[in-house]
């Protein structure tokens, strides 16, 4: 037990560290109408950081789940995408496609240097881009379901197999975020 609480402790707190603090002198020298602008933004900026906080904490409490090809649920086990899809969908509330490749297709391309946690990072694990899928925890590091006879765990995407194979970053768009990208907003 003592192996799922302190990784999930140490992420919950590194994201709280991760998060981009407000500047408050900025924040009393906007104008009363501006206040309630502000407001609106900082409330939205803290449900962001815990969804995402939520998400990679979820995550971790599935360390040791068994890989399991075409597996999608704890019973089961996961492979690569079933596991993003389901920490997806049990946290956020987003259904994203089943498929690696899929998921890279519904997704926001970010550049390497912009991820944060609960981005999805990509890698060419199988001679075709897209074909493996994480979720980013920070610090370099993200959460898989790797491959059969294997478990859900932790790696550092620096190390030599996954930065060679490294496809590229996602981001997965809220609902609104979605809907001003298809209005050019």
């Not at 979720?135 to 590091?141: A, E, P, T």
Request: hydrophobic residues 40%.
């Amino acid at each position: 037990m003592r192996f799922f609480i302190l990784p999930a402790c140490l992420l919950l707190a590194f994201a709280a560290h991760a998060a981009p603090q407000l500047d408050r002198h900025e924040e009393m020298d906007a104008q009363p109408a501006d206040k309630g602008l502000i407001s609106q933004l900082h409330q939205v900026r803290q449900t962001v950081v815990a969804r995402t906080s939520d998400l990679v904490v979820t995550a971790i409490g599935f360390l040791g789940v068994p890989y399991k090809r075409g597996g999608n649920t704890v019973e089961t086990g996961f492979d690569c995408s079933g596991f993003v899809r389901a920490m997806y969908n049990q946290t956020v509330g987003h259904l994203l496609p089943r498929r690696a490749e899929e998921q890279a297709a519904a997704t926001q391309k970010i550049d390497r240097s912009e991820l944060k946690p609960g981005d999805l990072v990509f890698f060419n694990t199988m001679r075709r881009a897209f074909s493996h899928v994480g979720i980013y925890v920070g610090d370099g590091k993200f959460i898989h379901a790797p491959r059969t006879g294997a478990e859900v765990r932790v790696e550092d995407m620096n190390g030599s197999y996954w930065q060679r194979r490294f496809n590229g970053a996602r981001r997965v768009l809220s609902a609104q975020d979605e809907a001003k990208t298809v209005s050019g907003e």
